[in-house]
């Protein structure tokens, strides 16, 4: 299994940028997806995560309201929309992929531990 994490870019304060995840090997029909970031010296965050079956979503306080995450079920990938974007927001992104399923799912998915497979990492970089 491949997960490939693309889309980041250099953008100003304010504006929005919008990362794919593309999962290649298999086809997921449970479980979750996953967005966390790193920044320099800093450990990994979580960032959202979405129900692959289902599409129950939750994010961190630090992005919910700017940050849509969504899935696409039948191409077997999925997105995180950024707006209003903030020169905290700049990390290493990274897409992730858990196979157990966990319920309630607003109880599980933060860790990264909980997750299987990882993609390798979008830079997004916010100036101010």
């Known amino acids: 299994v491949q997960l490939q994490a693309f889309g980041g870019g250099l953008v100003q304060t304010g504006d929005s940028l919008r990362l794919s995840c593309a999962a290649s090997g298999r086809t997921f029909s449970s479980g979750a997806m996953g967005w966390f970031r790193q920044a320099p010296g800093k450990e990994r965050e979580f960032v959202s995560a979405?129900?692959?079956?289902?599409?129950?979503?939750y994010y961190a306080d630090s992005v919910k309201g700017r940050f849509t995450i969504s899935r696409d079920y039948a191409k077997n990938t999925g997105n995180l929309q950024m707006n209003s974007l903030k020169p905290e927001d700049t990390a290493v992104y990274y897409c992730a992929v858990a196979l157990t399923e966990y319920y309630p799912f607003t109880n599980y998915y933060r860790s990264a531990e909980e997750y299987n497979y990882w993609g390798q990492g979008t830079q997004v970089t916010v100036s101010s």
């Open positions: 979405i129900q692959w079956n289902g599409g129950t979503t």
